[in-house]
């Protein structure tokens, strides 16, 4: 039994150094990787903040064009309900509903589909890079939210109101179909409200953009001093690990000594007590 005490106890003084060592490691090694890590982060934000802010283009571009089509649907309205019974006797009028159609609101649409065409793929890219920095300790960002899948099925809605309201209009001026002004009209609102409601869901979206925008600034300021105190945090927890494993050396050390275990010494029979009391020569 005494053999494989001195075998647990040789053992244990083993693994203490051992783990001394890979704490020494762990110890110099964060700190080695402290500026490697911060400047691997930061270069990630920026990344992400370069995409967001192309994001941000594409919708402030969509923003704008749709402030064209409003302007195009409201000069389209004005005109229409100036038509009278006998549309023929308009072909002015027909005229300027035309050229609002093809060269205000119809072009406007158009670049706003091409606005957000790689809007979808950017907006991925950033929320998977989100979700990797919100792993780390410290960082938590918010991700932009899914709203962009209705964004384009209401250009789409659009688009294709636009379209009917081209393929009315030719009607009205070539004479094919008689008295539908009233629905002429009727589709007009409906475009309008498409547009109005477009335009708020793109000027959210766009205040959401800025708003994690802000968010990555601040983290990035604060990614250094948070770096630090993490390896800091660490090197407290391994210099702890160290002492705890060197009073295991000491405590295996004693028993190889002495063949007893430090707790079995009463207060007054510690060995430095009785080394103490031992008579000089």
Request: with cysteine; net charge negative.
């Amino acid at each position: 039994m005494h053999t494989i005490k001195r075998f647990l106890a040789w053992t244990l003084v083993v693994i203490s150094i051992l783990g001394i060592l890979a704490c020494t490691i762990g110890v110099v090694g964060s700190w080695l990787i402290n500026d490697d890590l911060t400047n691997r982060i930061l270069r990630i934000l920026s990344g992400a903040q370069g995409t967001l802010s192309s994001v941000e283009d594409s919708l402030t571009l969509a923003s704008t064009q749709l402030n064209t089509a409003n302007t195009a649907i409201n000069t389209i309205r004005e005109t229409a309900s100036q038509l009278g019974t006998k549309i023929e006797e308009n072909t002015p009028l027909l005229d300027k509903i035309t050229s609002a159609l093809t060269g205000g609101l119809s072009p406007s649409i158009d670049k706003i589909r091409a606005a957000f065409l790689p809007i979808w793929e950017r907006v991925l890219a950033i929320n998977n890079t989100i979700e990797a920095l919100n792993a780390l300790p410290g960082i938590e960002l918010p991700t932009l939210t899914p709203q962009l899948e209705a964004l384009n099925d209401q250009i789409q809605q659009v688009s294709d109101a636009v379209e009917q309201l081209q393929a009315d209009i030719s009607d009205l001026k070539t004479g094919v179909v008689e008295n539908v002004l009233v629905p002429f009209l009727a589709k007009i609102d409906t475009v309008a409200t498409f547009l109005t409601t477009l335009e708020k869901d793109v000027n959210t979206y766009l205040v959401q953009v800025k708003s994690i925008q802000a968010a990555m600034k601040e983290t990035q300021a604060r990614v250094p001093s948070t770096i630090d105190s993490l390896t800091v945090l660490l090197s407290i927890l391994l210099v702890w690990a160290i002492l705890a494993q060197i009073g295991l050396i000491l405590v295996a050390s004693l028993y190889l000594r002495t063949g007893k275990m430090v707790w079995e010494f009463t207060a007054s029979k510690r060995p430095a007590d009785e080394a103490l009391l031992e008579p000089g020569p």
